[in-house]
């Protein structure tokens, strides 16, 4: 099916090469732009997506606020700004809930649309017109091996192993509601693929006063979602990581960087993560700050990293002791978050932290 989506469906996938192709010259140059009531409007409507991407629930609604036009440029305006902060998690965040707006819109026209309605016997053409326009080939109820194995190898649900699905002459049968999950994760993919953008300083510094509120509330956010510190949940690459520092073991600079990093997105303060380290027999207190201090993004460039995920650690060789939970996430933040949830609906045994936010020492 050729794909010819109308203007208005074009600000439902603004991620496609028809819709940036549509948007381009409307607008003048970004540094012009930004300067006017116009950019300064395009500017609120991305940080209004922005702010939609951090929140945790999220409804989407089938009416957009501004012309199809707006809604492109804001979208491509939420990928700067997310370039600029330069943050993996915001980064995260902004391409899945880009993913999940296509799929609400993707689920949705093929319910509406008449000019999606379906023959007796077919079904899912907007997506596979969909999917074919990001590269991947779905036909009717199946899709050739080699597609399905790169798309789903991000994914943890044991449905998608290969080990459970049906391969017949070098296709994957998938149902009807899977082939959208399937474009989702494929819009998830390509968008998360090529950011961080490369943009011109001065261009984040022009952003940076607006990006200010937006960054704060995704830090509160942050710490909100991570609640209360309990080292009884960590990942198992983390808890190694405290016992070789507790037992003296001097960590590589991967280790260091890891731990701490992990350690301050979960809401542990620079006091804290600095007595941790004081465990460790040849803690020096200035040394540690400014490592500390410099990660968490207090140092000289204000870059503030974050944990690396599962992949990363494996090629540090820090991934180590793992667990049933490991097989289901692919970042160890998820793992803290997911085993922190399920302890707290089994029960309300809780670690008691130290004041500081320190978690309590390891019994000797
Ligand atoms: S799989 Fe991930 S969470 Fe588990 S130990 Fe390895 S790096 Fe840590």
């Given amino acids: 099916m050729d794909y010819s989506p109308s203007i208005k469906e074009l600000s439902h996938f603004p991620f496609l090469k028809k819709a940036q192709d549509h948007a381009r010259g409307r607008f003048?140059?970004?540094?012009?732009?930004?300067?006017?009531?116009?950019?300064?409007?395009?500017?609120?409507?991305?940080?209004?997506?922005?702010?939609?991407?951090?929140?945790?629930?999220?409804?989407?609604?089938?009416?957009?606020?501004?012309?199809?036009?707006?809604?492109?440029?804001?979208?491509?305006?939420?990928?700067?700004i997310v370039s600029c902060v330069n943050d993996r998690q915001l980064i995260d965040r902004l391409t899945r809930y880009e993913a999940e707006r296509a799929y609400y819109f993707l689920v949705r026209e093929e319910d509406w649309n008449s000019n999606y309605q379906q023959e007796d016997g077919e079904y899912?053409?907007?997506?596979?017109?969909?999917?074919?326009?990001?590269?991947?080939?779905?036909?009717?109820?199946?899709?050739?091996?080699?597609?399905?194995?790169?798309?789903?190898?991000?994914?943890?649900?044991?449905?998608?192993?290969?080990?459970?699905?049906?391969?017949?002459?070098?296709?994957v049968a998938i149902r009807k509601d899977e082939r959208y999950e399937l474009v989702r994760e494929r819009v998830r993919l390509l968008l998360r693929r090529d950011l961080p953008h490369k943009v011109p300083a001065a261009l984040c510094e022009q952003l940076s006063p607006r990006v200010a509120a937006l960054k704060k509330a995704y830090q509160e956010q942050m710490l909100q979602q991570f609640g209360s510190i309990e080292e009884s949940a960590f990942p198992p690459c983390m808890q190694a990581l405290i016992t070789a520092l507790t037992a003296g073991t001097n960590l590589t600079h991967a280790g260091r960087f890891s731990l701490t990093s992990f350690l301050h997105t979960i809401g542990m303060d620079l006091n804290g993560i600095a007595a941790l380290y004081a465990r460790s027999p040849d803690f020096n207190p200035d040394m540690t700050m400014y490592q500390v201090e410099h990660i968490t993004g207090r140092g000289g460039s204000g870059t503030e990293y974050t944990a690396p995920a599962c992949a990363a650690m494996r090629t540090t060789g820090l991934c180590v002791h793992r667990d049933l939970l490991c097989e289901k996430v692919s970042h160890p933040l998820s793992y803290y978050k997911v085993k922190k949830r399920d302890a707290s609906k089994k029960g309300p045994k809780k670690a008691e932290n130290n004041p500081d936010g320190t978690p309590p020492a390891s019994p000797a």
Avoid: W
């Fill in 124 to 171: 899912s053409r907007l997506c596979v017109a969909l999917a074919a326009e990001l590269g991947i080939r779905i036909t009717q109820d199946r899709m050739p091996l080699v597609d399905y194995v790169e798309l789903v190898a991000p994914l943890h649900e044991d449905r998608f192993h290969l080990v459970n699905r049906r391969i017949e002459k070098g296709f």
């Fill in 28 to 80: 003048s140059s970004l540094d012009s732009l930004l300067s006017d009531a116009r950019g300064q409007a395009l500017v609120d409507r991305a940080l209004d997506r922005l702010q939609d991407a951090i929140t945790p629930k999220k409804t989407f609604t089938p009416d957009v606020t501004g012309t199809p036009e707006e809604e492109i440029a804001a979208y491509a305006m939420a990928r700067i």
